[in-house]
């Protein structure tokens, strides 16, 4: 139908679960905090998997401009790229294998 709206949002969520699941391991738990829950991920990103911080730009970046009425296929498909590459380094640097 032309709709991408929902492969952003769904790429960005799951590498920020990802993230999530590799802090947890140190018994940090972004969420708790919903407020600073970005900002504290995106920090501790930048301290230990710095090479994941361009993908996770490049999916918020697609995230905001796809919206509700993404028709951008383009942007998506690069959405989609982005998790897949952040999703490599996050288990190349954690250790933690995602199926």
């Given amino acids: 139908m032309g709709a991408y709206s929902n492969s ?3 790429a960005l969520k799951t590498v920020e679960q990802a ?3 590799v802090a947890a391991r140190s018994n940090l738990h ?3 905090r919903p407020r600073t829950a970005h ?3 995106r920090n501790w990103v930048r301290r ?3 090479q994941v911080l361009d993908y996770l730009s ?3 970046d697609a995230y905001g401009r796809l919206g509700y009425g993404g028709i951008d296929g383009e942007r998506a ?3 989609i790229e982005a998790m897949e590459s952040a999703l490599n380094e996050i288990s190349k640097g954690s250790g933690t294998e995602f199926i």
């Fill in 77 to 79: 498909r690069r959405a």
């Fill in 58 to 60: 490049i999916l918020w």
């Fill in 8 to 10: 952003a949002d769904l």
């Fill in 30 to 32: 972004f969420h708790v």
């Fill in 39 to 41: 900002v504290e991920r």
């Fill in 19 to 21: 993230i999530e699941a």
């Fill in 48 to 50: 230990n998997l710095p």
